[in-house]
């Protein structure tokens, strides 16, 4: 899977975005930067420890290491994020705010301006970047793990960024030397990192990408999935920024981080049923050929017995994890040489069959 696509018009719109959001950034960012150069330089490791910690997330949540054979298509997201979509959202916000206070008055906007803002610019630009990230790799995205791990590293991209200019901003309070308000942000962006752009978009990314991929379902079904789970993005981005009524600011992040964790949760563990059936499948095939025994591969169905094997066997932890690494690895390289499979996975009736001018 090569990142290069020199004949592809949607790859050139791609790289000129990003080369335009770049620039952009840059001219808006670098004023205060020059400024405040030493809070953004206190920031820059609680942005590595966010980058590992949220990148480290996401292939622990990636049951059967979807992100090994799609890397490429998740490093253009992460590209498109950090640099594409902030610059593009500075401009919007910008823009949509002063509409806003236009069109209802200065009170409604000073609550209201940043949520309703932050829902439709921000998570317009991060989504088109998974859409066009999708299109261009519609090959081998196809589930909604794919739209979790692809929308997920397209917003910690963003989400990085973000951290940076919040960094600078708040910079301009301590430029005479004082660095305590950006260490102050720079810790609160840390602590509410858990919720922030990377499971915002990971979310809608699961209706994007399914919508562009999941050719085994029906129209209907991918409508309505790309609908959801976007809506469902934007919406819990809109409630993290609007303003709650009769709570403190430290008991509304709590009460509000809780929620989107149960629901995050709720999301995934459908995310995972449908992965369990896609394994199945691949499995259940490669046995009928007889290029694989079951019982082994039937032990990685879940981390429970996958830690029920390693005890039974009595292997060392390391020795475990490189073997479940190498067999799942196979899995992947089986499915990326059939055609068909998603049909049968995600509930068309096509069979898997082999197309050997793949791979």
């Known amino acids: 899977m090569s990142w290069f696509r020199p004949r592809s018009a949607l790859w050139w719109t791609y790289c000129l975005i990003c080369l335009g959001g770049s620039i952009a950034l840059v001219l808006q960012l670098l004023p205060a930067a020059l ?7 206190v920031g820059v490791p609680f942005m590595v420890v966010t980058l590992l910690v ?11 290491r979807d992100h090994v054979r799609i890397r490429v298509a998740l490093a253009m997201g992460f590209v498109w994020g950090a640099l594409a979509g902030p610059g593009i959202a ?13 069109l209802a008055g200065d009170a409604f906007a000073v ?35 794919h739209g979790l791990l692809l929308g997920g590293f397209t917003g910690l991209g963003f989400q990085l960024t973000e951290d940076a200019t919040y960094q ?24 509410t990192g858990v919720t922030s752009h990377w499971m915002l978009t990971g979310i809608a990314g699961i209706g994007i990408v399914t919508a562009v991929g999941a050719s085994g379902w029906s129209r209907g079904r991918r409508a309505a999935a790309l609908v959801v789970f976007y809506l469902l993005g934007a919406a819990m981005h809109f409630g993290w920024d609007a303003p709650m009524s009769g709570s403190t600011g430290f008991g509304s992040v709590v ?23 896609w394994f199945r499948s691949v499995v259940d095939w490669a046995v009928a050929q007889h290029l694989a025994p079951p019982d082994e591969l039937n032990t990685l169905i879940s981390r429970r017995s996958r830690r029920q094997a390693r005890r039974a ?47």
Do not use: C
């Not at 949220?54 to 059967?64: E, G, M, N, S, T």
């Not at 940043?114 to 066009?132: D, M, N, R």
């Open 168 to 191: 600078a901003n708040a910079g301009l309070q301590s430029a005479q030397g004082d660095l305590g308000t950006a260490l102050l942000v720079a810790i609160l962006r840390l602590l």
């Open 54 to 64: 949220v990148a480290a997330l996401l292939a622990w949540l990636d049951l059967f």
């Open 313 to 359: 066997l009595r292997l060392p932890h390391r020795i475990a994890v490189l073997r479940r690494r190498e067999l799942l690895d196979w899995v992947q390289i089986v499915d990326a040489r059939l055609t068909g499979t998603d049909g049968a996975i995600l509930g068309g009736s096509a069979g898997p069959a082999i197309d050997h001018g793949t791979g």
């Open 255 to 277: 009460r509000r981080t809780m929620l989107y964790v149960v629901i995050f949760i709720a999301v995934y563990l459908w995310v995972v049923r449908i992965e369990t059936r």
């Open 90 to 102: 500075i401009f919007g916000n910008d823009n949509v705010i002063h509409a806003i206070a236009n």
């Open 111 to 145: 609550d209201w301006q940043a949520p309703i803002s932050a829902s439709i610019i921000e998570e317009g630009i991060k989504g088109t970047g998974v859409l066009a990230v999708a299109w261009l790799f519609r090959s081998q995205l196809s589930r909604p793990m």
């Open 35 to 41: 400024l405040t150069w030493s809070g953004i330089l």
